[in-house]
């Protein structure tokens, strides 16, 4: 298998824990190229951590984490465990780029100047054709005029769609959304899953980890609900929407649908 058809991300028998308490139990999780991952479950069933592990934001305990093929070395063991090589996290981190549900902009940096410092400073990349990229994603999101605001200048929803531009502006191979419209209220809300079902069509990797069942229905390409660190249950939409199979996931879609 090439890096051209392995997954993106691939993650086999996964443990994570803080301290004594045990996050992952086990997780087995394949995002191939150009399919839409969506990560659902209760508050503290282990989404956002197995989103941050898988993007070496946070360190796993036990299990391999490929990517495109190639395996994180690592050094140690249990919570000792720690990644071997700082180039390999930092090259492959950079083909990651992750949306925050806070959407963490620099507050003294305009908008487009947001979207351009990782390019520029982290890799390395020529400013004049970093800006003409960042002003067509930044376009491409909707908020194009807003390039010379300040992020304290534009609502909820508008500082998401420049938290996503400017993952788009690494050129990516996957992108990866915590919570990406759980800030928001319910207007803010559509404007950006608008622009992530936009992403979507143009067969863009990505992993979503959201509490939006409409969204995770609608964009996905496969679905896993995790319950208490465990994958629950896991596939196509249409499917685990329409037709669970456990009871547990019963009851959490019944309980989303109430609310």
């Known amino acids: 298998m090439t890096a051209n058809d392995a997954p993106v991300i691939e993650i086999r028998n996964l443990h994570k824990s803080f301290g004594n308490l045990e996050v992952l139990k086990g997780i087995d999780m394949t995002a191939p190229k150009g399919h839409v991952l969506s990560l659902i479950g209760s508050s503290g069933s282990g989404k956002s951590t197995l989103l941050r592990c898988a993007n070496l934001l946070e360190d796993s305990q036990d299990g391999e984490i490929l990517f495109e093929g190639e395996p994180i070395s690592w050094r140690g063991a249990g919570l000792s465990r720690h990644p071997a090589d700082k180039a390999q996290v930092t090259r492959i981190r950079t083909n990651l ?53 300040y992020p304290a200048e534009l609502s909820g929803g508008q500082q998401q769609r420049a938290a996503i531009a400017r993952a788009l502006c690494m050129e990516p191979r996957a992108l990866l959304f915590d919570e990406p419209t759980s800030a928001l209220d319910p207007e803010l809300e559509q404007e950006v899953v608008r622009v992530i079902k936009a992403l979507a069509e143009e067969g863009r990797t990505m992993l979503i980890v959201t ?16 319950h208490q660190g465990r994958i629950e249950e896991e596939g196509r939409p249409d499917t685990l929407f329409g037709a669970p199979k456990t009871d547990r996931l019963r009851q959490f879609l019944s309980h989303v649908q109430a609310a």
């Not at 780029?97 to 620099?106: A, D, G, K």
């Not at 069942?213 to 609900?225: E, Q």
């Open 211 to 226: 509490h939006d069942m409409a969204l995770a229905r609608d964009v996905s390409d496969h679905v896993m609900f995790l």
């Open 97 to 149: 780029s992750m949306v925050f549900q806070q959407f963490n902009l620099w507050a003294h940096m305009t908008i487009l100047q947001n979207v351009m410092e990782a390019p520029v400073t982290v890799l390395g990349r020529d400013r004049a054709e970093v800006e003409a990229r960042a002003r067509d994603y930044l376009a491409k999101v909707g908020i194009g005029d807003k390039c010379d605001a």
